[in-house]
């Protein structure tokens, strides 16, 4: 028996796509239930309601599209990678990805923490036009660098097909920021007699506090299965030497089409925190103009990415699943997954896209009975419900993007893995 494959049987056994997609599942139904738990507490805390998710959601947008920038499209680009590199059996070239990846986006992500934090007052103060927002800005900042690094090492378990790893490590973030929502905010409710602003500070301080223990998880998991993955290396076939540049090029073209999408959809939402609130002052109070964006931005879009959830697990799981099989030239394995997927898809967004829609009053009296408000902006946004989910699957399947220009505009358009 070759070496390799006696090392590869002896080590953890690896997951296969169906186990992936069930963990995923299971990790994503868990984090969006927790998530939607401290939303209703927020929501329906005295003192914090429409508003308080008027100045999270403003403040979280700007730290978002700095996320986008530095770490997202990273963990699918390092898995696929990886599990080309894991699929030729060249372990040390998969595990030489992942340190320059690491150290790339660990600088990456400090520097948009920096930005943020030192940049918070001029946020809040000139673009948002909601000077409460500062301190929920400064709260974040620290959390784009460990979310950065943390994407870098679940992109790496991912493509080594440890998918386990990565939902074990979400879940406990979103359990303590759960817990650390609550906990935080009542206790800056009673320092600050209820400011609204101040318990922003404190939910948005509970985000960071959990990436840094999602991090810290990896962190652990990694040095636990240290010495199974330097057995791997060491039996390493057909390793073939890469530059560093072109590995850090290799990693920014296929998470190209995903960060596009996503720099594209955080860009429309930052253009709604900078002009809704902006706008609204012109006819209504300040504070019902940030009620009214908290609306949408805390109740509303809390609620319609709950469909996202269930999808992304076929999304995340398709990644190392497909590029492994490119990389053994199993087109037929490509198409049957990525037809599954976006079926799947089509399942899960279109029940929910029509019921959202239909029962909207219903769904905000019996989950917002304090501050059930937006019955109309909840019925108008489920209806893209359907189309980011297929939009969620396909960008997860493509691997190169290119810019085709046409008469008017640029087109992106993304060939798939099969191509």
Known sequence: MPKHIK??????????????????????????????????YLTNKEGFGDKGNGIVSASYQIYALLLTISSIGVPNAISKLVSERVAIGDHKGAHRIFKIAFATFAVIGLVGSLMLFFGAHLIAVQWLQIPEAEMTLVALSPAIFFVAIASVMRGYFNGRQHIK?????????????????????????????????WMAAGATLATTLATMTGFGYLLLYYKVRRKEIAQEINSTVNYKYERVRNIVKKIIIVSLPIAIT?????????????????????????????????????????????????????????????????????????????????????????????????????????????????????????????????????????????????????AWTSELLLN
């Open 165 to 197: 790893a990565t939902a074990r490590s979400q879940s406990l973030e979103q359990i303590f920021k759960t817990a650390l929502t609550i906990i935080l905010v009542e206790i800056v409710a009673i320092v600050s007699n209820v400011s609204t602003e």
């Open 262 to 410: 996503a720099i594209l959809s955080s860009v429309n939402k930052n253009i709604d925190s900078f002009t809704v609130v902006r706008s609204l002052k012109e006819f209504l109070p300040e504070d019902e103009a940030i009620s009214q964006y908290g609306i949408l931005g805390g109740k509303v879009d809390t609620l319609t990415s709950l469909p996202l959830s269930i999808n992304v697990a076929f999304a995340t799981a398709l990644v190392p699943a497909v590029s492994a099989a490119k990389a053994r030239k199993d087109r037929k394995t490509i198409k049957q997954k990525t037809k599954f997927s976006l079926l799947i898809s089509m399942l899960i967004g279109l029940p929910c896209t029509v019921g959202m829609c239909v029962f909207a009053e219903q769904i905000l009296n019996l989950l917002y009975p304090n501050a059930s408000d937006g019955t109309v902006i909840l019925q108008i946004s489920s209806l893209t419900i359907l189309f980011t989910i297929l939009d969620q699957t396909i960008n997860r399947c493509t691997s190169r993007v290119w810019i085709i220009k046409s008469s008017s505009n640029f």
């Open 7 to 40: 090392t590869k049987a002896n080590g953890a056994k690896k997951e296969t796509f169906m186990q992936s997609v069930i963990t995923l599942i299971f990790s994503q139904v868990l984090i969006k239930l927790l998530g939607l738990v401290y939303n209703l």
